[in-house]
Every structure is written in structure tokens, then in C-alpha cells.
């Protein structure tokens, strides 16, 4: 007759004495014993299965997904890597505070044409057109911004107070008609 442990996991790192799993023995011994609970396994089932479902639902193993964020926002777990889209350094905000993971600067529009633009909402679309072509030109600054970019959510992060129509809204329908 096999033990409990032997039963529930016969190739389990218990088993074969790695000390990393004392909780493990606990229920099973108890669970084992007169009056013990199977209800105690409940516990580690819950922890072995988020983690196998963590490892399934990687964030690597999802399409990148892109998104954007004004600064002052602060940042939070679910932005994913972090990417500065501006030529300047947002002001008021340290680089421990913003939580970057990767400043942009060469994918950021021209001094000339983020002055022209100041964000006027009539001169969007010139705008876009403008600055589009301007990454198109500066193929090794897209080339690297993509290789930082990996898959999973990736939040654009900008500071400008226009929530819309700003570079980073622009760079992120450009990254997406790259594909």
C-alpha cells in the first residue's frame, strides 16, 4: 500500500527530498491522519495551479499590446514595460518616481515640428503626416524602439496634457500599421 504522499504525488520534489517543501509534508500528514482534512490541500492546489496558470498566461507569450499614459499618472503594474516617448524630460517628475524602462528620444518628434505643432487640434493630421514621415527616415531609431518594445503590454508614456492628440498617440498608430 502506498502512502498518501506516494499517492497523490508519486514524483512530486518531496518525495525525493528536496527540502524546499515542508508545507507539503504538513498536509499530507494531516490530511492522512484520523480526523485530518483533505480540505487543507486546498491551499497548495490554489498556489500550484496560479503558478502553472501564471506560466501558460506568460506575458511574453502574448501579442505586444500598446497603449499610452500620460507621466504624471504614476505607473502601475498592469503597464507593462514603460516607454518614454519624448525628446525632453517630463517636467517635475524623477526617473525613480516615472518607473522608465526605456527612454525614447530618437523616435520623438523634431524640435521644429513639436514647436510648429503646440498642439492645435486643427493641425493634427498635418501633424501625424509630418511626423510619420519623420520616423520613416529614422529607420535605426524604429528599429531599436521595436527591439525594446518584445511582446506583451507596453504602455507609451508621454506629458503632454493633451490626452489624444499627442507623439505618443501618433507613434502608437504607427507601430501598429508596421505590424
Same mark, same amino acid.
Given at each position: 500500500? /502506498?502512502?498518501?504522499?506516494?499517492?497523490?504525488?508519486?514524483?512530486?520534489?518531496?518525495?525525493?527530498?528536496?527540502?524546499?517543501?515542508?508545507?507539503?509534508?504538513?498536509?499530507?500528514?494531516?490530511?492522512?491522519?484520523?480526523?485530518?482534512?483533505?480540505?487543507?490541500?486546498?491551499?497548495?492546489?490554489?498556489?500550484?495551479?496560479?503558478?502553472?496558470?501564471?506560466?501558460?498566461?506568460?506575458? /511574453?507569450? +502574448?501579442?505586444?499590446?500598446?497603449?499610452?499614459?500620460?507621466?504624471?499618472?504614476?505607473?502601475?503594474?498592469?503597464?507593462?514595460?514603460?516607454?518614454?516617448?519624448?525628446?525632453?524630460?517630463?517636467?517635475?517628475?524623477?526617473?525613480?518616481? +516615472?518607473?522608465?524602462?526605456?527612454?525614447?528620444?530618437?523616435?520623438?518628434?523634431?524640435?521644429?515640428?513639436?514647436?510648429?505643432?503646440?498642439?492645435?487640434?486643427?493641425?493634427?493630421?498635418?501633424?501625424?503626416?509630418?511626423?510619420?514621415?519623420?520616423?520613416?527616415?529614422?529607420?535605426?531609431?524604429?528599429?531599436?524602439?521595436?527591439?525594446?518594445?518584445? /511582446?506583451?503590454?507596453?504602455?507609451?508614456?508621454? /506629458?503632454?496634457?493633451?490626452?489624444?492628440?499627442?507623439?505618443?498617440?501618433?507613434?502608437?498608430?504607427?507601430?501598429?500599421?508596421?505590424?
Amino acid at each position: 500500500m /502506498s502512502t498518501p504522499r506516494q499517492a497523490i504525488a508519486p514524483n512530486h520534489p518531496s518525495r525525493r527530498g528536496d527540502e524546499r517543501m515542508p508545507y507539503l509534508d504538513f498536509l499530507l500528514h494531516t490530511a492522512s491522519s484520523p480526523g485530518g482534512s483533505e480540505l487543507l490541500l486546498a491551499p497548495y492546489l490554489l498556489a500550484v495551479w496560479t503558478r502553472r496558470l501564471t506560466d501558460l498566461c506568460r506575458l /511574453s507569450d +502574448v501579442a505586444m499590446q500598446l497603449r499610452t499614459k500620460r507621466v504624471y499618472e504614476g505607473s502601475a503594474t498592469t503597464d507593462g514595460r514603460r516607454i518614454l516617448v519624448d525628446r525632453l524630460w517630463p517636467r517635475g517628475v524623477t526617473k525613480a518616481k +516615472v518607473n522608465i524602462d526605456f527612454w525614447a528620444k530618437a523616435v520623438a518628434p523634431s524640435n521644429e515640428l513639436r514647436k510648429w505643432y503646440g498642439h492645435d487640434p486643427d493641425k493634427w493630421d498635418q501633424f501625424r503626416q509630418r511626423y510619420f514621415h519623420e520616423l520613416d527616415a529614422n529607420a535605426d531609431a524604429i528599429a531599436e524602439l521595436r527591439t525594446h518594445l518584445g /511582446s506583451g503590454m507596453v504602455t507609451l508614456v508621454f /506629458s503632454s496634457k493633451e490626452p489624444h492628440l499627442n507623439n505618443a498617440s501618433a507613434l502608437k498608430e504607427y507601430l501598429e500599421s508596421l505590424g
